[in-house]
């Protein structure tokens, strides 16, 4: 849940579409858990429960691997492509998703 907040905290809201979109971050290990980010009108929220607003991207990760990229170790599109991070929605926001976030100093 820690890298969630810290993820919320590195958003650039200048990347945000318009609108209201959810992004389902469903965790596979160390524990397996859902976490949901609503991004509305420049704004984000970290929801630890059901938002109530229907997934528009779900992410499917270990967290330590979805550490690894928030942490610059890896990389976005090769974690994506070697399987280690799975995204499902449609294209323009799977493709946009990762501009919403400011990569660490040590990316």
């Not at 905290?9 to 389902?24: A, T």
């Not at 330590?64 to 994506?80: H, Q, T």
Request: some cysteine; charged content about 20%.
């Amino acid at each position: 849940m820690t890298l969630m907040w810290w993820m919320h905290r590195r958003v650039d809201r200048d990347q945000l579409p318009p609108g209201r979109v959810v992004v389902q971050f469903d965790h596979t290990r160390p524990v397996r858990m859902s976490i949901w980010m609503v991004f509305e009108r420049g704004d984000v929220s970290v929801c630890l429960q059901y938002p109530g607003f229907e997934t528009d991207v779900l992410v499917t990760a270990g967290t330590p691997d979805l550490s690894a990229v928030f942490n610059g170790l890896e990389r976005w599109d090769r974690a994506v492509a070697a399987g280690a991070i799975e995204v499902a929605g449609p294209p323009r926001l799977n493709r946009a998703l990762p501009t919403w976030f400011l990569w660490s100093p040590f990316a």
